[in-house]
């Protein structure tokens, strides 16, 4: 199984403050049943620098904490990321990092940077959407599915 999963996941400090959201778990998983991960950051991916200020989503459009609109940079890294997955043959399944304005499943923070979230998906996960590409946030994640006979049991296509 071919699986993108978020950089930051994986323990790269690629995280808007330099660090990482390092998931044991989810790597240990990964490792004992051999999946063939690729790990995806779009916010690298479309020059946006290590740290940077906070971005949310707010009414469609991508802005940071000061107001400025990134938007532009945030769908030009989730679509070299996802041009970069198509090339090495798609994926069966993406793990991202939940609420993120580029990786968010299913819920975003709202814009007001007051850690409100709200129904959304992330730039890079509206491209996924399109393809029929399951997501599933890691925090929601079953581990034990990525070891099932159908190791996408569990794990709903995004609508």
């Given at each position: 199984?071919?699986i993108?999963?978020?950089?930051?996941?994986?323990?790269?400090?690629?995280?808007?403050?330099?660090?990482?959201?390092?998931?044991?778990?989810?790597?240990?998983?990964?490792?004992?049943?051999?999946?063939e991960?690729?790990p995806?950051?779009?916010?690298?991916?479309g020059?946006?620098?290590?740290?940077?200020?906070?971005?949310?989503?707010?009414?469609?459009?991508?802005?940071?904490?000061?107001?400025?609109?990134?938007?532009?940079?945030?769908r030009?890294?989730a679509?070299?990321?996802?041009?970069?997955?198509?090339?090495?043959?798609?994926?069966?399944?993406?793990?991202?990092?939940?609420?993120?304005?580029?990786?968010?499943?299913?819920?975003?923070?709202?814009?007001t940077?007051?850690?409100?979230?709200v129904?959304?998906?992330g730039?890079?996960?509206?491209?996924?959407?399109?393809?029929?590409?399951?997501?599933?946030?890691?925090?929601?994640?079953?581990?034990?599915?990525?070891?099932?006979?159908?190791?996408?049991?569990?794990?709903?296509?995004?609508?």
């Amino acid at each position: 199984m071919r699986i993108a999963v978020s950089a930051c996941l994986l323990g790269e400090q690629c995280k808007y403050n330099g660090g990482s959201n390092c998931n044991d778990e989810l790597i240990e998983a990964l490792r004992v049943w051999d999946h063939e991960v690729i790990p995806v950051c779009p916010e690298i991916a479309g020059g946006l620098p290590i740290p940077r200020p906070r971005a949310e989503i707010r009414a469609g459009e991508v802005v940071n904490e000061f107001g400025e609109s990134v938007d532009a940079a945030f769908r030009a890294g989730a679509k070299a990321e996802f041009g970069r997955i198509e090339e090495a043959g798609g994926v069966d399944l993406a793990v991202l990092q939940p609420r993120s304005p580029s990786c968010g499943v299913d819920t975003v923070y709202d814009g007001t940077f007051t850690g409100k979230l709200v129904p959304g998906h992330g730039v890079f996960v509206q491209l996924l959407r399109k393809r029929e590409i399951p997501a599933v946030a890691a925090d929601k994640l079953q581990l034990a599915d990525l070891g099932s006979e159908d190791e996408c049991e569990g794990v709903d296509r995004i609508a």
